[in-house]
């Protein structure tokens, strides 16, 4: 009896201890990855889709001397809301509504709304596919882009200058209620520029922030910056001015190609700024693409990782011309056309000898006007929505490239408030880009433009106001 | 005037010369009658010295004598004789005998006797004429001593009382009665020990509440102007009615101790309701309305706490609760008219009637000294109590602990008492209502998320039930099931341990353990609070199927319905622990393969689980235990100290303990490695519920082998290398306690902190918004409450507001609202739309709370994706810049769960919405679509309920099925209840 207790105690000990090991071995769970959703670290290519739809447009303003045209492309009826917010804080915004029977076009002119100078506004629209877009003008000004509606946690801006008489700014846009935590990294020739105050910057819900870098970051040929949000969202835009213009351009993507349907315009001469994105040593080739043919790898440079590159592009053709970007890896690129240094005048600011190797040219005889800059296109679609409007005295192009190996025949539709107001069919070649003029002063305020193919769209308008380049919006039809 | 001038000599004074007489000139009325004159005085007299020197020894009789009538009241019990010949004795000279009840009766109990007979006793009152002063009415069997009238008579006349009661005791000499006080509410009191002799120690004269019915004197014009007894009352409550009738009109009412009268008739039992009744009643016509509007509703909750506290003491008081109310409901205007009878004329308030109370009740006294004895007869063993056994106990560690453990337990549950139980994790609140919470399990909505017809857990009909017995106190409910489920385990677990033998000192350690160990922190961790409230009755569970059975089929039938009622409760609490005692004396029974008892108690414990899921119904039918076991992820993490402290107990407990315990802390330890062994079984797809079920049978298993340790050293057994190894042994037992010790400073029986009420208690700030409005609660899923969904790898649920309850905790599944949410949810994370405000609020969704930190060094990875989702809205106002918890508001207005077309929102009170009537309008409730949504005509939306607006009210119709099964279990638990209260009984 007791032997078999004892073996019994034995084989419940070894079956616990055994159990128990089994227990011990195993092991806790993995740690799950947590949702990464709502907002993405890489932005992503605006786009028109057939849903509603919200744009921001950071670089609306309307004074007593600059008035600021919204324009806004539907395919289909919609309703719209223009909501521009107060300097104020704790204002409530101005808001406007207004129906577009689509397919169509409409141009609100917001100094008939408010005149308070900076006020960045969000335009929600009912259905799509839609677009919007805000060029501010003045007797001598000109400068806009399309608004944005996707919104990144990381921003990539390029092109930005603190050279001797040339301005930069930022303006951080934060639509949204919730306070917004954001760093900016400024990229310049030195490499990254550090600026303690930007990080960790606050942007109020609903309000903006304007970050001046002449003070910060001082003689700068080339400035770029990423933007990161920490806590809530922002829109940045780049705001370039000088003396003889100023260019607004919005947040672009990293992206290994990029097609600038248009870079010349109004006798500007073009750059292209391109910021790493992904590393060191990244090859960059530029190919020309013009009304007749394209130039390939007419240029190439090897992109460091912090140090932002801006690319001269007057030497590379007659213009018209446009440009396609290709990289080893994702890099941020924008155009900027500015007038060329020869047609400006030194003035010895200082009062000093400039030393020998300094010229000082003569005034040219055509006074040029303008600065102009925008994002690229990441990828060609078949259908695009461009907002654009049209000035007196000023001239407007539609541009299109074609990149592929094919001829592509296009209809570019002109919409407006009173449905289509004509229509272009044309073919675009391999490897060109054509472009189409726009009609003023019969209320065009928009096209719609659909090909067998994949293309590339954008518009300029340059005049004695001065100079504008803007990218068209893939639509998702 | 005609007066009567009557006095006594009142003292005499020292020279033996003089007396003093007091006396009194009345006029026939008195107090208590219409127009009471009367004029007092003394006199002092000068007697001749001879004449008063026996005055000690002279009769107090007055010299004019007060006339009275004596009535006896029969009742058939043939001891009519004996009551005759004592009033025959009387030195006080009666006017007359008359006997009230049947002639007959009254002649075969007096044989012989010449004896006025009335039918009743309105008819012998108004019988009597107007010359006599004093009616004496006496119970048959009451035997007066010879002087008792006269002292009665001399005492009346003394302190002008208009009623005058006899002491009265038993023949043995016990007091049975000096006058009685009663409580607010009716119930008498006598004041007396039982079995207290009389040795003149209430010898005083004094005022009562109420007088004993068995020998009371009244005068005359008083109880005719009262209206007579009640004659519809049982003989208590009838006295009481009469002395609080007799004191409003300014009657004294007293108890004259010198009257004695020997009684010992016994109350029946079959008239206790009718006693009960009588007493409602008499308080209804005595009272003021104001002191009626508090009495009438406390004594129904007393009476209720009796009927069910009663049922633990072994009596069931229910039929004559509710008869004892029936019978007021249907007399009700009966009372009316006797109330105003009663209180016209009045020269005192209830006041008066107050200053002769007791205060308190004098029912939940009773209850709580007879719950305590029964207490006391079990605690600390199962001796029966007794002084020497406590002077016994009392020198014994098992007191000593059993003090210590029920401190420790109030320590371990003291915040409980104020907060109730903590909002964390599957541990939500009890609903503030028990009846909507049983109305919901037995067929109702399912609140869950977005709403479901799918049945709740059982969990929430206890809640119901501990709420609706707490009348709905605020966290009384969750206390006593806390701490009450604390205590139960420890005493359980003493008791199982009884089945080996094991004393009372180590099985308190072992509860301790049982209940406050690392395991039960485990349970509490999880915050499964089911299983947690289960640990109180496991042991429970075992201890009935394991003790031997007696020869007695009663007495089998009677545990049979003990462990149907033990098990269905632990599957109410915890339903995957309902499957665990089957494997676990299974077990046993294997291991002590020639123990007949453990095969048996195998069979019992079969029938136990099979019975006990009959009684989770309706819910069973729709259970499904994989889903259950399977939720989460099951890993306990094991502190290496708890690891090691753990098979040093063990192997000690194993290796050192003799004969048969050996082999059942061989069991102990294949528990408790089976039960780490689930506690971290989440590789093999294991949940959280299975994981805090296998901390259980953990827990039982280490508090069985630490008992056996304890028991071991204790007794001394055995010496050397036994002793050696059980004092290794004690080591791990002192590791084991130290570690349940570090739950007491928490106060919450080991839970974790508040969570959700700190974080959703801002959602009524603004008055009105929380009972309309529901939240979005999103974050990682551990800090979300209860169960949670998930999409695109971030877990998020909709809950109530403030702050969700119990009937929370579970989602059902997903139904057509819920699939829309989620595709709302896609849309916003997606960011195809920024107005996330808009897209919830046709959820009731007014607020999104982000749990955890969304920002800052230690920030969670969800809460910061969540916040960004919601940051990035143009209708989101967000209330808070701190980075825990935040909060976003919508700026959508209206919003509502449940929204007339004229955008009016309905409140939801309880577990419906009520609102303003809108004629002609709809109403749209924000719950998943079904049918017993009302009231038509309705119209079921593909996601949501449209609904008529015309009564303001928005109800679910319960399951008639679902329902029906409820009712059907709660008679169930009712004769089980009683079969095994019965069978203890006959034990």
Request: aromatic share 8%; charged share 20%.
């Amino acid at each position: 009896m007791g032997a078999e207790t004892t073996m019994r105690r034995t084989l419940l000990l070894l079956l616990a201890g055994f159990a128990a090991a089994f227990g011990f071995i195993q092991v806790a769970p993995p740690i799950e990855p947590g949702p990464n959703f709502g907002t993405t670290d890489i932005v992503v290519q605006d786009g028109a889709v057939s849903s509603p739809s919200v744009w921001y447009c950071p670089g609306i303003e309307s004074g007593d001397v600059v008035d600021t045209d919204v324009l806004v492309v539907t395919h289909r009826d919609v309703d719209v809301i223009l909501t521009l917010l107060d300097p104020v804080a704790n204002v409530a915004p101005t808001v406007d509504s207004f129906t577009i029977v689509g397919p169509g076009a409409a141009s609100v002119d917001v100094g008939k709304i408010m005149r308070r100078g900076e006020s960045p506004a969000l335009i929600e629209i009912s259905d799509g596919p839609a677009a919007a877009a805000s060029i501010a003008w003045a007797e001598s000004l000109l400068a806009g882009d399309r608004c944005v509606v996707s919104v990144p946690k990381v921003w990539y801006l390029t092109g930005g200058s603190t050279r001797v008489g040339t301005f930069t700014e930022l303006r951080l846009f934060n639509p949204f209620a919730d306070v917004a935590e954001v760093t900016v990294t400024a990229y310049s020739e030195f490499g990254v520029d550090l600026v303690p105050e930007l990080d960790g910057l606050e942007v109020a819900g609903r309000s903006w922030a304007t970050i001046e870098m002449e003070s910060r970051l001082e003689f700068r040929d080339e400035l770029a910056f990423t933007v990161t949000s920490s806590r809530g969202l922002v829109i940045p835009i780049i705001v370039r001015t000088d003396d003889r213009g100023e260019a607004i351009w919005p947040g672009s993507a990293p992206s290994s190609t990029w097609d600038f349907p248009i870079v010349t315009l109004g006798g500007l001469e073009p750059f292209i700024a391109v910021l790493s994105a992904s590393g060191a040593d990244i090859v960059v080739s530029l190919d020309i693409v013009t009304e007749t043919g394209v130039v390939l790898n007419a240029r190439q440079i090897t992109l460091d990782s912090s140090a932002p590159a801006l690319i001269p592009l007057a030497d590379l053709a007659a213009p018209p011309f446009g440009v396609r970007l290709r990289a080893t890896a994702p890099v941020a690129a924008s155009v900027i056309a500015v007038v060329p240094v020869e047609d400006i005048d030194i003035v010895d600011v200082f009062g000093d000898d400039l030393g020998d190797d300094t010229t000082t040219t003569e005034a040219s005889t055509t006074f040029i006007r303008g600065m102009a800059g925008t994002v690229g296109i990441a990828t060609p679609s078949s259908a695009w929505i461009v907002p654009l409007t049209t000035l007196p005295n000023n001239e407007t192009t539609l541009w299109v490239m074609n990149n592929g190996a094919d001829p592509v025949s296009v209809e570019a539709f002109a919409l407006g408030e009173v449905d289509f107001l004509g229509v272009e069919s044309f073919i675009v070649a391999p490897g060109t880009i054509v472009g189409v003029k726009v009609e003023v002063g019969i209320g065009i305020y928009g096209y719609h433009v659909i090909a067998d193919g994949l293309v590339s769209v954008a518009w300029e308008m340059s005049g004695e106001r001065g100079a504008v380049l803007v990218a068209g919006v893939p639509a998702s039809e | 005037m005609n007066a009567v001038l009557f006095g006594v000599v009142t003292d005499v004074y020292d020279d033996g010369q003089m007396v003093r007489i007091e006396y009194r000139a009345k006029c026939p009325c008195h107090s208590g009658a219409a127009d009471p004159t009367r004029e007092e005085g003394y006199a002092e007299l000068a007697v001749a010295p001879d004449r008063i020197q026996n005055a000690p020894h002279m009769s107090m009789t007055p010299t004019r004598h007060a006339s009275v009538a004596t009535i006896v009241v029969t009742d058939g019990s043939g001891r009519l004789s004996r009551t005759l010949t004592a009033l025959d004795q009387q030195v006080y000279e009666l006017a007359s005998v008359v006997a009230v009840g049947s002639a007959k009766g009254v002649r075969a109990g007096a044989p012989g006797r010449s004896v006025a007979v009335h039918a009743t006793l309105r008819e012998a009152i108004d019988g009597v004429g107007p010359s006599i002063e004093y009616l004496w009415i006496v119970r048959e069997g009451a035997i007066p001593r010879p002087d008792a009238l006269n002292a009665a008579v001399y005492d009346a006349i003394r302190t002008e009382a208009g009623m005058v009661g006899s002491k009265v005791v038993g023949e043995d000499g016990t007091l049975r009665s000096v006058g009685l006080v009663s409580d607010t509410f009716g119930v008498p009191y006598t004041g007396l020990d039982e079995f207290e002799r009389d040795q003149g120690q209430y010898d005083v004269v004094r005022d009562v509440a109420a007088l004993s019915g068995v020998a009371l004197l009244l005068r005359r014009d008083l109880l005719h102007g009262l209206g007579g007894v009640d004659s519809s009352l049982a003989p208590g409550a009838a006295a009481i009615d009469l002395a609080q009738r007799a004191r409003l009109r300014g009657a004294r009412v007293v108890v004259s101790p010198a009257s004695e009268v020997v009684f010992d008739q016994e109350a029946r039992d079959d008239v206790r309701w009718r006693e009960e009744a009588g007493r409602i009643r008499a308080m209804m016509k005595a009272y003021s309305l104001l002191t009626l509007l508090w009495v009438i509703p406390l004594d129904f909750f007393i009476g209720l706490i009796e009927v069910i506290v009663s049922i633990f003491l072994g009596r069931w008081h229910g039929f004559e609760f509710a008869k004892s109310w029936g019978w007021n409901v249907i007399y009700l205007p009966s009372t009316l008219r006797a109330r105003h009878q009663a209180r016209s004329g009045r020269v005192a308030g209830d006041e008066q009637l107050f200053r002769f109370q007791r205060r308190g009740s004098v029912k939940i006294a009773r209850l709580s000294s007879e719950s305590m004895r029964a207490l006391r007869s079990r605690l600390p063993g199962d001796e029966r109590f007794s002084i020497e056994a406590v002077g016994q106990e009392m020198r014994q560690p098992a007191f000593v602990i059993g003090i210590l453990a029920v401190l420790f337990v109030l320590v371990a549950a003291r915040n409980l008492w104020s907060d109730g139980f903590p909002s964390v994790g599957y541990t939500l609140g009890f609903p503030s209502n028990g009846w909507d919470a049983l109305g919901a399990y037995a067929g109702g909505w399912n609140p869950a998320g977005l709403g479901s017809p799918d049945p709740l857990r059982p969990l929430l009909a206890i809640a119901g039930i501990a709420k609706v017995v707490t009348a709905n106190a605020a966290a009384l409910s969750e206390y006593l099931l806390g701490a009450g489920a604390m205590l139960s385990g420890i005493w359980g677990m003493m008791r199982l341990l009884r089945t080996w033998s094991i004393s009372a000192a180590p099985g308190l350690i072992a509860g301790l353990v049982y209940v406050a160990g690392s395991a039960a922190q485990g349970i509490a961790g999880n915050t499964h609070i089911g299983t947690l409230l289960a640990l109180g009755v496991l042991p429970w569970a075992l201890r009935l199927t394991l003790r031997p059975v007696g020869e007695d089929g009663w007495a089998f039938a009677s545990r049979m319905a003990a462990v149907t009622l033990t098990f269905g409760l632990l599957g109410a609490a915890s339903p995957l622990l309902l499957l665990a005692p089957v494997p676990l004396i299974g077990a046993y029974a294997l291991i002590r393969i020639t123990d007949g008892n453990a095969w048996r108690a195998l069979i019992l414990s079969l029938v136990g689980t099979a019975g006990g899921a009959l009684l989770l119904s309706p819910w069973i039918w729709s259970a499904d235990f994989v889903s259950m076991a399977r939720g989460g992820y099951a890993y306990w993490p094991i502190p290496p100290i708890v690891g090691v402290a753990g098979v040093v107990v063990v192997v000690a407990a194993v290796v050192a303990a003799r004969r048969h315990l050996g082999l059942v802390a061989g069991w102990a330890g294949l528990l408790m490695s089976v039960g780490v062994l689930g506690a971290r079984s989440g590789e093999f797809g294991f949940g959280t519920e299975f994981e805090s079920v296998a901390l259980a049978v953990l827990s039982l298993g280490a508090a069985i082998a630490v008992g056996i340790v304890a028991h071991a050293v204790a007794d001394r057994e055995g010496g050397g290398w036994r002793r050696l190894v059980m004092m290794v042994g004690v080591g791990g037992v002192t590791v084991l306690i130290a570690v349940s010790i570090v739950i007491m400073p928490g106060g919450r029986i080991g839970l974790p902190g508040d969570r959700f009420d700190s974080a959703f208690r801002f959602t009524l700030a603004t008055a009105g918004q929380a009972e309309q409005s529901r939240i979005l609660v999103v974050g990682p899923s551990f800090l979300l409450p209860g169960d949670s969904r998930s999409i695109e790898g971030g877990a998020y649920r909709v809950v109530s507001a403030p702050v969700p309850d119990l009937g929370e905790v579970r989602l059902a599944e997903s139904l057509a609202f819920d699939d829309l949410l989620e595709e709302k949810l896609e849309l916003i994370i997606s960011g195809e739309t920024r107005r996330a405000g808009g897209e919830l609020a046709l959820f009731g969704i007014r607020w999104i709370v982000v749990m955890g930190e969304s920002s800052g060094p230690e920030a969670e990875e969800a809460s910061v994706a969540w916040r960004n989702v919601f940051a990035g809205q143009l209708d989101l106002l967000p209330l808070t810049a701190a980075p825990e918890n935040t909060v976003f508001v919508t700026d959508i207005q209206p919003v509502g769960r449940a929204l007339t077309s004229a955008a009016d929102a309905w409140p939801r009170i309880g577990w419906s919405y009520i609102g303003e009537p809108a004629p002609g309008r709809r109403a749209f409730i924000a719950e998943n679509p079904d049918d017993g949504w009302g009231p038509p005509p309705r119209l079921t939306t593909e996601s949501m309920n449209e609904i008529s607006a015309e009564t303001g009210v928005a109800t679910y119709t319960p399951d008639p099925s679902s329902r029906t099964q409820a009712v059907f279990v709660l008679v169930a638990i009712m004769v089980l209840t009683g079969a095994a209260g019965w069978g203890r009984r006959r034990q």
